[in-house]
């Protein structure tokens, strides 16, 4: 009977570290959960998808490296969403990263969809169809599933929901005297 050796490359956590700055030199950040919301708003409209597609909540920090179309989106702690129009559970970890251009999300980390019983890492989403009124969500193990985009139409008026809902919290947070006269 034949043997078979397999060897496995791990990066240690500063090879990795330092792989996560290379992708992110020269990007345009973000902070703050209002505005990183609007910004990942204006993302999705500007790659094609209806806006509340990513409805992360208590956002951090994010960013966009233009010329390589890498972003990220940190949040608090971990987010799980039900698509009514799909029918679909999504859990958004603490990072979401990809790689974007116009119509599609590649390479995807921490997106996963729950089917049946399983939760199954999103790799990619892309406008699909003729009229680009389709979204295909793609696995890690390349299966993957079509939606219309009107499914998403109640998560867009959510998302402007919630916006509007920071902004009027915003305005009427009351105002540290003491520290705005530092």
Same mark, same amino acid.
């Given at each position: %009977? ?5 060897? *496995? ?5 500063? *090879? ?12 345009? =950040?973000? *902070? ?9 708003? +204006? ?6 998808? #209806?806006? @509340? ?9 994010? @960013? ?7 972003? &990220? %989106?940190?949040?608090?702690? #971990? ?5 009514? @129009? ?13 790689? /974007?251009?116009?119509?599609? $999300?590649?390479? $995807?980390?921490? /997106? ?6 399983? &939760?199954?890492?999103? /790799? +990619? %989403? !892309? ?7 389709? =979204?295909?969500?793609? !696995?890690?193990? @390349? =299966?993957?599933?079509?939606? #219309?985009? !009107? ?11 919630? =916006?509007?809902?920071? +902004? ?5 947070? #009351?105002?540290? /005297? ?5």
């Amino acid at each position: %009977m034949a043997s078979v050796t397999t060897e *496995t490359t791990t990066a240690t956590a500063a *090879t990795a570290t330092a792989i996560v700055g290379k992708e992110r030199e020269g990007a345009e =950040i973000a *902070t703050g959960a209002e505005e990183c919301f609007k910004q990942s708003m +204006e993302l999705m409209r500007a790659l094609g998808f #209806p806006e @509340g597609m990513m409805p992360l909540r208590e956002l951090e920090e994010c @960013g966009l490296v233009r010329e390589t179309g890498f972003v &990220w %989106m940190k949040q608090k702690k #971990p987010y799980e969403h039900y698509f009514r @129009g799909t029918g679909t559970k999504v859990r958004y970890d603490t990072e979401v990263t990809a790689f /974007v251009e116009e119509g599609r $999300m590649k390479r $995807m980390t921490g /997106v996963r969809s729950k089917q049946l019983l399983l &939760w199954v890492p999103i /790799v +990619e %989403m !892309s406008l699909d169809g003729e009229a680009r009124d389709k =979204i295909y969500f793609k !696995s890690s193990v @390349g =299966i993957g599933r079509s939606f #219309p985009a !009107s499914a998403f139409a109640d998560e867009t008026a959510a998302a402007a929901a919630f =916006i509007k809902e920071a +902004e009027a919290a915003a305005a009427t947070a #009351p105002v540290d /005297v003491a520290a705005a006269d530092k």
